[in-house]
């Protein structure tokens, strides 16, 4: 393994920017739950990579596996509201779901 | 440093961030889920690397098998209004969000220069049990037991609340209790209006 970790964590932490920005300037709820995926797999990559530098147990790898597990949990009901408000408003703009203002 | 290592490893990262600037940065939104099916598999390249076989199995299982396929269900689903006329936000969240993305980057770069050792140095060799599903089964149904079967909770829970979300109000009039089909409400549904015409019929 001559990569070195620092390489690794560079990558993540441009995956996590890219997923900031996206969640930061798009307005479509469905792109913004994509940017959050995008940040838990930043995450999940410098988990992987610092426990690979610690080959002593698998703590890192035990938690990325929790991630991916609540991850998933995440997306279904985050689907399921962005379903339930398109029922409500026909929109999916993230501006639109002003129910709660007022 | 192996010519052939480092390869892989730019091909991968590669794939991974080309795929993030296209899930960003896609009007459509069917095209930002393939970006992002294209940084999962890319970032599994990048596990293998790091010698996590079970996790890169579980994240094309988890993430490109279940969670991709539900995203292009739900953007199927809601059809082409799916995709949003004006999408990207005004000029100042777009500011926002480059500050942010040259802050962290700069933090990033920062606290990476900031370690004890002033050159990359490579990783140690990973033992041969390391991070195949027999060490990992291990870990996880010895100390990491409790948490895991509560997963299972957390999953279930999900699923029958994402289930009791999408369903939406279709429910049967005849057992809605007299309380909601009396009450007036703003925009009343068509289910929600046959129910109360039924329970005045009925009074």
Same mark, same amino acid.
């Given at each position: 393994?001559?990569?070195?970790?620092?390489?690794?964590?560079?990558?993540?932490?441009?995956?996590?920017?890219?997923?900031?920005?996206?969640?930061?300037?798009?307005?479509?709820?469905?792109?913004?739950?994509?940017?959050?995926?995008?940040?838990?797999?930043?995450?999940?990559?410098?988990?992987?990579?610092?426990?690979?530098?610690?080959?002593?147990?698998?703590?890192?790898?035990?938690?990325?596996?929790?991630?991916?597990?609540?991850?998933?949990?995440?997306?279904?009901?985050?689907?399921a509201?962005?379903?339930?408000?398109?029922?409500?408003?026909?929109?999916?703009?993230?501006?639109?779901?002003?129910?709660?203002?007022? | 440093?192996?010519k052939?290592?480092?390869?892989?490893?730019?091909?991968?990262?590669?794939?991974?961030?080309?795929?993030?600037?296209?899930?960003?940065?896609?009007?459509?939104?069917?095209?930002g889920?393939?970006?992002?099916?294209?940084?999962?598999?890319?970032?599994?390249?990048?596990?293998?690397?790091?010698?996590?076989?079970?996790?890169?199995?579980?994240?094309?299982? !988890?993430?490109a098998?279940?969670? =991709?396929?539900?995203?292009?269900? $739900?953007?199927?689903? &809601?059809? #082409?209004? +799916?995709?949003? %006329?004006?999408?990207?936000?005004?000029?100042?969240?777009?500011?926002?969000?480059?500050?942010?993305?040259?802050?962290?980057?700069?933090?990033?770069m920062?606290?990476?220069?900031?370690?004890?050792?002033?050159?990359?140095?490579?990783?140690?060799a990973?033992?041969?049990?390391?991070?195949?599903?027999?060490?990992?089964?291990?870990?996880?149904?010895?100390t990491?037991?409790?948490?895991?079967?509560?997963?299972?909770?957390?999953?279930?829970?999900? !699923?029958?609340g994402?289930?009791? =979300?999408?369903?939406?109000?279709? $429910?049967?009039?005849t &057992?809605? #209790?007299? +309380?909601?089909? %009396?009450?007036?409400?703003a925009?009343?549904?068509?289910?929600?209006?046959?129910?109360?015409?039924?329970?005045?019929?009925?009074?």
């Amino acid at each position: 393994m001559t990569v070195p970790l620092e390489y690794f964590v560079i990558v993540a932490a441009v995956l996590f920017m890219t997923g900031a920005v996206g969640f930061l300037i798009r307005r479509n709820l469905l792109v913004l739950l994509m940017s959050i995926e995008l940040m838990l797999n930043a995450v999940n990559l410098t988990l992987v990579a610092f426990n690979r530098q610690h080959p002593g147990d698998h703590t890192g790898q035990i938690f990325t596996f929790f991630i991916i597990a609540i991850a998933a949990a995440e997306a279904a009901v985050g689907l399921a509201i962005v379903l339930a408000f398109f029922r409500l408003r026909s929109t999916v703009r993230s501006d639109d779901a002003d129910l709660l203002r007022n | 440093m192996n010519k052939l290592e480092l390869a892989y490893f730019g091909a991968c990262s590669l794939i991974a961030l080309v795929g993030a600037i296209v899930t960003v940065g896609a009007k459509n939104p069917i095209r930002g889920a393939m970006g992002l099916l294209s940084t999962i598999i890319g970032i599994a390249g990048l596990y293998l690397m790091l010698a996590a076989e079970f996790l890169a199995a579980i994240q094309l299982l !988890v993430y490109a098998g279940a969670v =991709v396929i539900l995203f292009l269900f $739900v953007i199927m689903l &809601l059809g #082409p209004s +799916a995709q949003s %006329k004006r999408d990207a936000r005004g000029a100042v969240a777009r500011y926002v969000g480059a500050a942010a993305m040259l802050f962290s980057g700069v933090g990033g770069m920062a606290l990476v220069m900031r370690t004890q050792s002033p050159a990359p140095t490579a990783l140690p060799a990973a033992p041969p049990q390391f991070g195949t599903i027999e060490s990992i089964g291990h870990e996880l149904f010895s100390t990491a037991l409790v948490p895991f079967e509560l997963s299972g909770a957390l999953l279930l829970v999900a !699923v029958v609340g994402a289930v009791a =979300v999408a369903r939406g109000k279709q $429910v049967d009039p005849t &057992l809605l #209790p007299a +309380a909601d089909a %009396k009450k007036p409400s703003a925009s009343p549904s068509p289910t929600a209006r046959a129910a109360g015409q039924t329970k005045e019929a009925r009074s």
